[in-house]
């Protein structure tokens, strides 16, 4: 499909609910050979982890909850989606940005029965960048049920930035303590916000700004719930660095692009327009 042909999948309600809410479902973005792509990418990457990989469940976990970051590279088949599908012409429609560059991919796996939440937080506090247009777009190749899929916190990410905590021991590993506000306790008062959240099938494709507070729970016996994840951002993106290891990390891009620079490295290569 065409980046044109993709913007006509994406409406003016659609726009708007994502501007509005700070995430959207699009039912059916992705077709059979790209969900074959993502399958054998997800595969693959499970297969021969890279050293960014890490296991995101407790050792008594009844299932297993991996994650990967930055593999794209080295993985033939994200490549295929990240250049050659329809994702970054619609991050482009959803955000208003004339251009979009890739940020990261990230894979994340819960095998069946694993019990490990993914908590509450917002993703930007954790990265190395700021600026508003931005995108991730969460694309699971399983069928998930409406309790294991993400939920969001509808008009979060207009702000402010939360305290990123690490996901097994909450400990304020980025941000000082203090320095951010804290979370709310969403889990204890859900009647207070507005949550969304979408049961997917394979082709389904959740887009969420980056500063959109979300959460997923585990997932059932006998469901295996694999996801790539594709973190794409636009024209007022520039680059933050921090005194600390940003999660994922980017080890020498601070010697290489200064504060405030446009990410023009070929770590971010521009997906759109194609070139």
């Known amino acids: 499909m065409s980046g044109a042909a993709a913007g006509l999948l994406i409406g003016d309600d659609d726009v708007a609910a994502?501007?509005?809410?700070?995430?959207i479902c699009v039912r059916g973005l992705l077709g059979v050979a790209e969900l074959a792509?993502?399958?054998d990418g997800i595969d693959l990457n499970l297969k021969a982890p890279s050293p960014r990989a890490k296991v995101a469940s407790a050792p008594d976990d009844p299932g297993w909850f991996i994650e990967d970051f930055c593999c794209w590279a080295e993985n033939p088949h994200y490549r295929r989606i990240i250049f050659e599908s329809p994702l970054a012409a619609v991050a482009a429609r959803l955000t208003g940005s004339r251009m979009m560059r890739l940020y990261h991919d990230h894979m994340l796996t819960k095998e069946p029965g694993t019990r490990q939440r993914t908590p509450w937080h917002q993703d930007q506090p954790y990265?190395?960048?700021?600026g508003r247009q931005t995108v991730s777009f969460w694309i699971p190749v399983d069928p998930v049920s409406r309790s294991a899929t993400l939920e969001f916190v509808a008009?979060?990410?207009?702000?402010?930035?939360l305290m990123p905590r690490s996901f097994m021991t909450a400990e304020a590993k980025w941000f000082p303590d203090g320095?951010?506000?804290?979370?709310?306790?969403?889990?204890?008062?859900?009647?207070?916000f507005?949550?969304?959240?979408?049961?997917?099938?394979?082709?389904?494709?959740?887009?969420f700004h980056m500063l959109t507070l979300h959460a997923a729970g585990g997932v059932e016996a006998g469901r295996r719930r694999r996801v790539f994840s594709l973190r794409l951002i636009g024209d007022d993106v520039r680059h933050a660095p921090r005194?600390?290891?940003?999660?994922?990390?980017?080890?020498g891009l601070d010697a290489e692009l200064p504060a405030g620079a446009p990410l023009e490295h070929p770590l971010f290569p521009v997906l759109w327009p194609p070139g």
């Open 155 to 161: 008009g979060s990410h207009r702000g402010p930035w």
């Open 18 to 23: 994502f501007q509005a809410d700070g995430a």
């Open 127 to 130: 990265y190395n960048i700021e």
């Open 179 to 192: 320095s951010l506000a804290d979370l709310p306790d969403v889990e204890a008062n859900r009647d207070a």
């Open 37 to 39: 792509q993502l399958r």
């Open 243 to 251: 005194p600390w290891a940003t999660s994922p990390e980017f080890p």
């Open 194 to 207: 507005r949550i969304l959240g979408w049961g997917s099938e394979p082709g389904d494709v959740i887009a």
